[in-house]
């Protein structure tokens, strides 16, 4: 167990919905970290917040967008569902800037039919 | 764009042996390195890091880095069956972002 939560479990969409993810980082970690996973991929970044800023983007169209709140749990909106965004999405949290070790939350399994 | 390789498999060894698992990467400027684990259906889980040329044991895990080849490999001891799983190699995306790049994973299976 990381600490890190994140809601919900699964997820199922219709095409050109909207979907909101949220994730809670592990305590004393202000940074926040969205990835992507297809079947049988790796996890793609998507986008990093720190201290309720974006840090930095992955090759994500804009309608992915995020938030994080003042106690570093973060939100993944994602506008204009497609087919393809069906995926694994994980939040992994970290401790300080330049620490590159990323602890994984459980998921969210989003399936858009 | 920094790339991470890693043979797909399925790697398979019999149970008690060690598992080799390889990962080269492309930006010679990366310096730390991670294994995840990850189950499947499951988020990856973090089993070790490394920073410096050489060897770091961990229990039965071995992570071996050569930056001169641009090479990190994984050695599992002893393997279990408890080890089937897909492996991910991971690489920083840049410096001063706690993002990371990772491989596709190299699935092992630990057989009885």
């Known amino acids: 167990e990381t600490g890190v939560t994140q809601s919900p479990t699964h997820l199922i969409k219709t095409r050109g919905q909207q979907v909101t993810l949220r994730c809670s980082s592990q305590?004393?970690?202000?940074?926040v970290s969205w990835y992507q996973q297809a079947l049988g991929q790796g996890p793609q970044f998507i986008f990093q917040?720190?201290?309720?800023?974006?840090?930095g983007r992955g090759n994500f169209p804009p309608r992915f967008s995020g938030l994080q709140f003042p106690n570093y749990s973060s939100e993944l909106n994602v506008n204009a569902l497609e087919l393809d965004d069906s995926a694994l999405y994980l939040c992994?949290?970290?401790?300080?800037?330049?620490?590159?070790?990323?602890?994984f939350g459980p998921g969210t399994r989003l399936t858009v039919l | 764009q920094k790339e991470v390789e890693q043979n797909s498999g399925p790697l398979s060894v019999p149970e008690g042996a060690i598992a080799s698992l390889n990962c080269t990467y492309s930006?010679?400027?990366?310096?730390?390195f991670f294994w995840y684990r990850q189950y499947s259906g499951k988020s990856p889980e973090l089993i070790m890091s490394?920073?410096?040329?050489g060897d770091k044991e961990d229990g039965r895990f071995t992570a071996q880095l050569n930056k001169a080849s641009q090479y990190v490999s994984l050695l599992i001891r002893d393997s279990q069956p408890s080890d089937s799983a897909t492996y991910l190699c991971?690489?920083?995306?840049?410096?001063?972002?706690?993002?990371?790049?990772f491989g596709s994973g190299t699935r092992l299976q630990v057989q009885p």
């Open positions: 992994a949290s970290s401790s300080q800037l330049g620490d590159n070790e990323q602890f």
């Open positions: 917040y720190y201290r309720e800023e974006e840090n």
């Open positions: 991971a690489v920083p995306m840049d410096t001063g972002r706690r993002a990371l790049t």
């Open positions: 490394i920073y410096s040329n």
């Open positions: 930006d010679r400027g990366s310096q730390s």
């Open positions: 305590s004393g970690h202000n940074t």
